[in-house]
């Protein structure tokens, strides 16, 4: 009964995430497709004025308060942070590329937003079925690139899911979730992308 309480309870917290998924998917859209119209000229303006924006304060967001608080506001409003933030990573950004972020400022401490998302694009460029080969023999998988030599069983067990079904850590939001609980413990040393922060 508390196993189907507890689904129940990721089932709708999962549901509440799709509305801003899609309202980011509308803006990406809006932004990226090229059209000729003079309405989608002007739709492209507020877009780009915003990533100027937020590469602006991201340049200097570890010096500075303001710049956190940007970033902080903007995310609590969902899409427009988001489709910004992306732009510290790609010039054409993708629905997906929106939802890893979402799930990152989920998961994250807010002050580790920026850094998760860095050391995401760097491990995975946000391919949530990437895998990486180690010359030890085990393998790094998802976002985040949980090794399979014992990493990624631990963390899995530790959020209450099957540690012995290695393609877990191809879910992005349980890679996301076990990447959090990781950053929470050690930081980020556990990840070689530690040096894109």
């Given at each position: 009964?508390?196993?189907?309480?507890?689904?129940?309870k990721r089932v709708q917290n999962y549901s509440r995430s799709l509305i801003p998924v899609g309202v980011l998917t509308l803006i990406i859209s809006l932004s990226v497709v090229p059209s000729a119209s003079p309405a989608s000229t002007l739709s492209h303006k507020p877009i780009r004025a915003l990533m100027a924006m937020t590469i602006k304060s991201s340049?200097?967001?570890?010096?500075s308060p303001k710049s956190s608080a940007v970033r902080h506001a903007g995310a609590r409003r969902g899409g427009p942070a988001v489709v910004a933030e992306l732009t510290d990573f790609t010039n054409h950004p993708t629905p997906s590329d929106g939802y890893v972020v979402s799930l990152i400022h989920q998961d994250f401490p807010v002050s580790a937003w920026h850094d998760a998302e860095a050391v995401?694009?760097?491990?995975?460029?946000?391919?949530t079925t990437d895998i990486g080969f180690d010359s030890n023999g085990t393998h790094d998988r998802g976002l985040f690139q949980l090794n399979d030599g014992g990493t990624e069983q631990y963390l899995m067990a530790m959020i209450g899911e099957n540690p012995k079904n290695l393609n877990l850590a191809f879910n992005p939001v349980l890679n996301v979730r076990a990447a959090a609980l990781l950053y929470r413990r050690d930081g980020w040393s556990q990840w070689s992308c530690e040096t894109a922060i």
């Open positions: 009964m508390l196993q189907a309480r507890k689904r129940l340049a200097s967001h570890h010096g995401a694009w760097c491990e995975s460029k946000f391919r």
